[in-house]
């Protein structure tokens, strides 16, 4: 490992007198307004006016009949993945998933967050290899799945970094095998697709589909999600799971489990607040990226890409991708890491520790779930069959893992929407001292 500070690559450059995040909350001052208006006129609860707004407001937006406001969107996620459960293999006992026994094809370069509710439903997520165009789920995987497991019926698709996945492939392979889709838009929220020539926002594409509202997300309420969707049956159960469960006695009475997974009116003013400015975010995200894009030409790397005819991502993350031939030595344990220089080369190791060293925040691609301890056991498919036990003694080779290689090559860059352009300029001028 080296001493960038002390390394003659990085000779005359200061620390960011403040940090430079990787994406934080950018606030505007009408989140405030509504945080005082539910203090006020004291709703402060997981009812009130700012719910009722942020609901309509965004199923407006992104073209859905119905949204339902959650505490995060990992609890929109857990109850997208219970209601498909039901509908598919009906309600369970009260102590046991709705998934029991049964698998469910995720994405695998994504957050923990979009695939560990298959086992709190207790099902077996089975993790689909990535393709190289939009760094997601990969058509060509997905149906070698359904070839190994015919009789699977759900799908858990996330869209990385803000870049939509390919929606056209995935839905028809889906429809040919009568499968359920659950949308995690978390990270992609004002992303579009275009599917069969029409263009619908992400979180409208799944037949369950989920957005956050997290610290770091696009916009923000400090927390909170949403579950998106067209039908009232499956709002009004989200709305009732979310909220115990109740029933319409006097008393507290429960036919099925409840959740205390309701947004609070407070963080739904936050998020008010924020709505207007959606666009403006992914103005200043899109710039960010094209300015990396450019800053970087000249570099052995490549952006993290996205189909430009059949998408628009909301930018929410600019991502770098070293050439494999310019990758300098960089391995990773479970915990810790080890990387050295090799003039001309870099590795995200390397990298990050140097815009970490001037206080500018990135961070690994997201690791891949099959490479995840937790679920080292579970199955993992590539285009080519089964990705597991493919190593062998004798023969050089393993065959394609996708996520595995964008993990091992690429990093998520600072893609702060308030951090100017003379800061990016040094992040930009650090990346080009790394592969000195
Ligand atoms: C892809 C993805 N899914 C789900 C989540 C979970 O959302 P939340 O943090 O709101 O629970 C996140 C991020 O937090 C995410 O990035």
């Given at each position: 490992m080296i001493d960038i500070k002390n390394d003659p690559r990085f000779k005359g450059l200061e620390p960011f007198p403040s940090r430079v995040w990787l994406s934080s909350p950018t606030m505007h001052g009408d989140e405030q307004r509504w945080v005082d208006d539910a203090i006020q006129t004291n709703w402060?609860?997981?009812?009130?006016r700012n719910i009722d707004e942020i609901e309509k407001a965004i199923a407006e937006y992104v073209g859905v009949q119905y949204a339902v406001g959650l505490s995060a969107g990992t609890a929109a996620l857990h109850l997208a993945t219970k209601l498909a459960g039901e509908r598919l293999f009906g309600m369970a006992r009260p102590?046991?998933?709705?998934?029991?026994g049964k698998r469910v094809f995720c994405s695998d370069?994504?957050?923990d967050a979009s695939i560990n509710p298959v086992a709190y439903e207790d099902g077996e997520a089975v993790f689909i290899d990535t393709e190289r165009?939009?760094?997601?789920?990969?058509p060509a995987a997905l149906e070698k799945a359904f070839e190994l497991y015919p009789d699977t019926k759900l799908i858990v698709l996330a869209h990385l970094y803000g870049t939509p996945g390919k929606m056209e492939e995935i839905k028809a392979i889906a429809d040919k095998h009568g499968a359920l889709i659950i949308e995690d838009a978390a990270e992609s929220l004002g992303a579009k697709y275009r599917l069969n020539g029409k263009w619908i926002e992400t979180?409208?594409?799944?037949?369950y589909n989920c957005i956050s509202f997290n610290g770091?997300?696009?916009?923000?309420?400090?927390a909170g999600g949403m579950f998106l969707t067209d039908s009232k049956e499956d709002c009004e159960k989200v709305r009732k799971w979310s909220t115990q469960?109740?029933?319409?006695?006097?008393?507290?009475?429960?036919?099925e489990i409840g959740y205390n997974y309701r947004i609070s009116n407070i963080v739904a003013g936050v998020v008010r607040g924020q709505i207007p400015y959606l666009e403006e975010h992914i103005e200043q995200k899109k710039a960010i990226y094209e300015r990396y894009k450019e800053g970087l030409k000249d570099l052995p790397v490549s952006m993290n890409p996205f189909d430009a005819e059949k998408s628009v991502p909301n930018y929410w993350l600019s991502c770098l991708l070293i050439d494999e031939d310019a990758m300098a030595p960089h391995v990773r344990g479970e915990q810790d890491e080890l990387w050295s220089h090799i003039p001309g080369k870099s590795s995200p190791g390397e990298i990050l520790n140097a815009i970490a060293c001037f206080k500018a925040e990135g961070r690994p691609i997201w690791k891949p779930m099959h490479m995840q301890p937790i679920y080292r056991t579970h199955k993992f498919i590539t285009a080519e069959g089964?990705?597991?036990?493919?190593?062998?003694?004798?023969?050089a080779g393993t065959g394609a893992d996708v996520g595995a290689d964008i993990f091992r090559r690429g990093l998520c860059l600072?893609?702060?929407?308030?951090?100017?352009p003379e800061q990016q300029d040094i992040v930009i001028d650090i990346i080009h001292r790394c592969f000195q």
């Amino acid at each position: 490992m080296i001493d960038i500070k002390n390394d003659p690559r990085f000779k005359g450059l200061e620390p960011f007198p403040s940090r430079v995040w990787l994406s934080s909350p950018t606030m505007h001052g009408d989140e405030q307004r509504w945080v005082d208006d539910a203090i006020q006129t004291n709703w402060v609860s997981t009812v009130g006016r700012n719910i009722d707004e942020i609901e309509k407001a965004i199923a407006e937006y992104v073209g859905v009949q119905y949204a339902v406001g959650l505490s995060a969107g990992t609890a929109a996620l857990h109850l997208a993945t219970k209601l498909a459960g039901e509908r598919l293999f009906g309600m369970a006992r009260p102590n046991e998933g709705t998934l029991q026994g049964k698998r469910v094809f995720c994405s695998d370069v994504t957050f923990d967050a979009s695939i560990n509710p298959v086992a709190y439903e207790d099902g077996e997520a089975v993790f689909i290899d990535t393709e190289r165009d939009t760094w997601n789920m990969d058509p060509a995987a997905l149906e070698k799945a359904f070839e190994l497991y015919p009789d699977t019926k759900l799908i858990v698709l996330a869209h990385l970094y803000g870049t939509p996945g390919k929606m056209e492939e995935i839905k028809a392979i889906a429809d040919k095998h009568g499968a359920l889709i659950i949308e995690d838009a978390a990270e992609s929220l004002g992303a579009k697709y275009r599917l069969n020539g029409k263009w619908i926002e992400t979180g409208a594409l799944g037949d369950y589909n989920c957005i956050s509202f997290n610290g770091n997300k696009i916009i923000t309420g400090s927390a909170g999600g949403m579950f998106l969707t067209d039908s009232k049956e499956d709002c009004e159960k989200v709305r009732k799971w979310s909220t115990q469960s109740r029933e319409a006695a006097p008393w507290y009475q429960h036919e099925e489990i409840g959740y205390n997974y309701r947004i609070s009116n407070i963080v739904a003013g936050v998020v008010r607040g924020q709505i207007p400015y959606l666009e403006e975010h992914i103005e200043q995200k899109k710039a960010i990226y094209e300015r990396y894009k450019e800053g970087l030409k000249d570099l052995p790397v490549s952006m993290n890409p996205f189909d430009a005819e059949k998408s628009v991502p909301n930018y929410w993350l600019s991502c770098l991708l070293i050439d494999e031939d310019a990758m300098a030595p960089h391995v990773r344990g479970e915990q810790d890491e080890l990387w050295s220089h090799i003039p001309g080369k870099s590795s995200p190791g390397e990298i990050l520790n140097a815009i970490a060293c001037f206080k500018a925040e990135g961070r690994p691609i997201w690791k891949p779930m099959h490479m995840q301890p937790i679920y080292r056991t579970h199955k993992f498919i590539t285009a080519e069959g089964n990705g597991r036990g493919r190593s062998n003694a004798y023969i050089a080779g393993t065959g394609a893992d996708v996520g595995a290689d964008i993990f091992r090559r690429g990093l998520c860059l600072p893609s702060d929407n308030k951090m100017t352009p003379e800061q990016q300029d040094i992040v930009i001028d650090i990346i080009h001292r790394c592969f000195q």
